[in-house]
């Protein structure tokens, strides 16, 4: 079992930064790969990014390659989500999922296991 909890949401005027963390509970967080999704008003969930197990092999959404960047300490149970260049369009509940499966199969929900309860991004002047 694995337990989750995401941090590090609020407000923030568009083209600024936020850093959102997940720290997991259990022994075992160092064998799952990590992912971020979020979900806007009235739109379904969307893959934002994850990572692997190990750290070593990152995937993004297309959109927020080069602005958004994913990394994780196992030796902290943490992953996190650093958001630069925010964009009124990525106002959203950002949640972190905990999966097993390989590569292609990051971008997928069904691949999670475990997910926390989200944290509200609002970007907004």
């Known amino acids: 079992q694995v337990q989750l909890a995401e941090s590090g949401g609020g407000l923030v005027q568009p083209g600024g930064s936020l850093r959102l963390s997940c720290a997991a509970s259990?022994?075992?967080?160092?064998?799952?790969?990590m992912g971020w999704f979020r979900q806007a008003p009235g739109k379904e969930r969307e893959f934002v990014a994850a990572?692997?197990?190990?750290?070593?092999?990152?995937y993004y959404r297309g959109s927020m390659k080069g602005r958004f960047t994913i990394s994780r300490d196992n030796a902290k149970n943490t992953v996190y989500l650093q958001m630069n260049s925010l964009k009124p369009e990525d106002t959203a509940v950002y949640y972190c999922?905990?999966?097993?499966?390989?590569?292609?199969?990051?971008?997928?929900?069904?691949?999670?296991?475990?997910w926390g309860q989200g944290t509200q991004v609002t970007v907004s002047s």
């Open positions: 990572i692997s197990w190990s750290g070593g092999s990152t």
């Open positions: 999922a905990a999966g097993k499966g390989s590569g292609p199969n990051y971008y997928y929900s069904d691949t999670y296991d475990y």
């Open positions: 259990g022994r075992t967080f160092s064998s799952y790969a």
